[in-house]
């Protein structure tokens, strides 16, 4: 990566809050200019996902695993959902973790 694109590159710390990295996605996905019915859906669904991680006490996006997103998932399963509503949730947060990881707000 050349030095100018470097120093573009943010480095959110780890003590960044859920909500913060969460709102940083976002102004990321409102940067590109998705349409406001794109952004209503990732605000929706993400919302909830993070709503649930801060009832789990994960408190920024280095403390998710694996198995949180499992976990939250299969309790969407379990409430008897369709399952087109369970995959939207997973395709958001699909989305959010990848826009994390790259943001370096995850390892």
Request: net charge positive; with cysteine.
């Amino acid at each position: 990566m050349s030095p100018k694109k470097e120093m573009l590159k943010r480095q959110p710390t780890a003590s960044c809050s859920l909500q913060v990295a969460f709102q940083d996605f976002l102004l990321s996905r409102k940067a590109m200019r998705v349409a406001s019915r794109t952004l209503d859906y990732y605000n929706f669904h993400g919302g909830k996902f993070i709503t649930w991680l801060e009832e789990q006490s994960v408190q920024c996006p280095e403390d998710i695993y694996v198995r949180h997103i499992r976990e939250f998932l299969a309790e969407l399963t379990n409430k008897n959902l369709a399952s087109s509503y369970v995959h939207c949730h997973a395709r958001v947060i699909r989305t959010l973790i990848r826009f994390w990881h790259e943001e370096k707000y995850m390892k």
